[in-house]
C-alpha cells in the first residue's frame, strides 16, 4: 500500500499598509537573511494557531510598537507567489489596509530593521522590495487577487 503523500502547504505572510496624508509607512529590512538593505511594508508569517487579522496585529504590535484595531483592518490584496528559488514555497501574501491604530511606530524589533520612512503612496521609492510594490500598485488599480511569478 502506497503511503499517502503530504498534503500542499502554503506559506502565508500578511503585510499592513498604514496611511496618513497621503503617505505610506515603509520598514527597511536589516539583518533578516531576506532581502536586507530594501524596503518593505511591515510584515511577517502567520504562526500556527492565529488568524490572518490577529497575525497582522501582532506584527505590528511587534514591528512598530503599536497598537492596530482589527475592526479595521481590511483585506486589500491576496497575492499568490510561486517559489522564487528551487526548495521555496508558495505564498499567499495577505495585504491589509490598517485605516486606525494607536501609538506613534517606532523601530520596536531593531535587530530586523533599520529604518522607517513615510514616503508619498504615488511616488514609491525605486528600492522598495519589487513583491511589495507590484502588490502597492495592483491595490492601486483596484485588483483583489495578484498572481505573480506563474
Not at 536586507?36 to 511577517?44: F, I, V
Not at 488568524?51 to 505590528?60: I, S, W
Not at 522564487?84 to 501574501?93: A, K, L, N, V
Not at 508619498?120 to 505573480?148: C, F, K, N, T
Amino acid at each position: 500500500m502506497a503511503v499517502p503523500a503530504e498534503p500542499f502547504r502554503v506559506a502565508a505572510a500578511v503585510y499592513g499598509i498604514l496611511q496618513d496624508r497621503g503617505r505610506v509607512l515603509l520598514i527597511r529590512r536589516s539583518a533578516t537573511g531576506y532581502r536586507d538593505g530594501q524596503l518593505s511594508l511591515p510584515a511577517g508569517h502567520l504562526d500556527g494557531g492565529e488568524d490572518a487579522v490577529t497575525g497582522l496585529v501582532r506584527e505590528l504590535r511587534e514591528e512598530l510598537g503599536i497598537e492596530a484595531d482589527p475592526q479595521r483592518c481590511r483585506l486589500a490584496l491576496l497575492m499568490h507567489s510561486a517559489p522564487e528559488h528551487p526548495g521555496d514555497r508558495e505564498y499567499f501574501h495577505l495585504f491589509f489596509a490598517v485605516e486606525r491604530w494607536s501609538g506613534e511606530p517606532f523601530i520596536a524589533e531593531p535587530g530586523k530593521c533599520s529604518e522607517l520612512c513615510w514616503v508619498e503612496a504615488s511616488a514609491l521609492p525605486s528600492d522598495l522590495a519589487d513583491y511589495v510594490a507590484e502588490g502597492l500598485a495592483a491595490i492601486a488599480r483596484g485588483d483583489s487577487l495578484s498572481l505573480r511569478g506563474w
